[in-house]
């Protein structure tokens, strides 16, 4: 089963092909049957044929001599000595149409031959066969007079040559009908591949879209014309899909840059305002945090806005430091202890510096509200990787999958974060190529956010 639930035993080539084996089988063994029933016949088909051109050839070698009697002469030695020497398996006789009597015979001797025996005068023209008997009646004029030649052949002969016949033509059908079928098989299978691949193209291209990638479409080139109403719906759907998200992403940063000077206008007049100073310390805590979750989102709408973002080689090292200094009082407010662990000095990526920034300070203000009181934070850069690692109660695997979903907090009932934290450095790592990994539990105890980094700048430092 692959990553989307579909097993082999839903594939569609797999469908094909058991189809077309089964239907290729089934044709075969009807062709062949058909083969082995004809085979089985076919010698006696043969004699039969032979039969009717005996019983022509038969009246050229007789004539009437001058007292009237009928006289077999036949200067063929093949015909006088077939007629001879297997005189029990093969004989003639002649009668008279006129007198309905026996004129001539080929064997005298009418006792000993089983197939004259089977040659009764009211035999009907034409091919007859009775009791392993093959018979056959052919009228004719001979000097003025009108004769029946009747034919008679033992089955002895027929069966000498199925013997003969059969066993060659069995192979040479059984070695031929599996050739055959091997060949139709893997015809069938290179169709159904052929068939299957454009399929399998779309879905890898499909596959290959990243949700900040919505501006890529599916290419037409190739596509047969059966498939080709699906791609322009796919791409139609995804021109939609891009252009809602375009809008969603310009209302957000709208509504955020408008939300700025309002939320600073009533933080200002609050201030002036001469109210009790409970209700005025819970005003400016809620203005405090709309204010934050404004900034937030005019952080993701920038993280998301990839065409703003100025690519170059940055030192990650000096960015974890800039960091750590611009939250350092932040430390003391929440009575932490915050470190920077710098493996490799010289870490340098190609992104840019200040979605790089915006993203650790992300990481770090989550350790810092997450963690226990007097918990240990630590920043760790190496030559691919920033972490942030905390002794904090760390993530319960359940809660991992939504980590970085917007809005989504721990703990829902309160405002001790806007849930957009997660989600801005998600945007940030799609849009450097990085990958972003969630360790739940460390030797700290705490969590441990790895982000790893591929498009890097050997042996180089950015001061």
Sequence with gaps: MNQSGITKKDSLARKLFILFSVMGGAVF???????????????????????????EDIPESLYFDEQGTLIYSSTNMAKKWGYDALFNNLAFKVIDRATNSVILTSNEHLETSAALLALPLDLPEGYSFLNGIDRYRFSVTLQGKDLYVDLARDDLIGELANEAVLPMLGQVLTLTMIAAFLIFICVGYVSIKAVVKPVNNVAEQLDGIE????????????????????????????????????????????????????????????????????????????????????????????????????????????VAKDVCMLLGPLTLTYKKELALEEVDKNATVIGD???????????????????????????EVAND??????????????????????????????????????????????????????????????ATFHVYFYDRVENTHVS
């Design 385 to 446: 990787r920033i972490s942030v690692k905390d002794s904090g109660p760390g993530i319960k695997e359940e809660d991992r999958v939504k980590l970085f979903e917007r809005f989504w907090r721990k703990e829902q009932s309160t405002l001790t974060g806007s849930g957009l934290g997660l989600a801005i450095v998600h945007e940030v790592t799609l849009a450097h190529n990085a990958k972003i990994d969630v360790e739940c539990n460390n030797e700290l105890g705490g």
């Design 211 to 318: 949700p900040s990638q919505l501006d890529r479409r599916l290419d037409k080139k190739g596509v047969p014309s059966e498939m080709l109403p699906l791609v322009n719906a796919l791409n139609d759907t995804m021109e939609r899909v891009e252009k809602g998200f375009k809008e969603q992403k310009r209302f957000v940063a709208n509504a955020a840059h408008e939300l700025k000077t309002p939320l600073a206008v009533l933080r200002t007049r609050l201030e002036l305002a001469n109210v009790p100073e409970k209700i005025g310390c819970e005003l400016m805590g809620d203005i405090s945090y709309m204010t934050r979750v404004v900034e937030q989102l005019l952080d993701l709408s920038r993280a998301q806005n990839q065409n703003s973002y100025l690519h170059k080689p940055v030192n990650i090292s000096d």
């Design 353 to 379: 510096q200040a979605a790089l920034i915006i993203m650790l300070k992300n990481l770090l203000e989550n350790a810092l509200k997450h963690a226990d009181e007097g918990a240990n934070i630590i920043v």
């Design 29 to 55: 063994a009807l062709i062949g049957a058909i083969l082995f029933l004809f085979s089985i016949n076919f010698a006696n088909i043969a004699v039969e044929k032979s039969m009717h051109g005996m019983a």
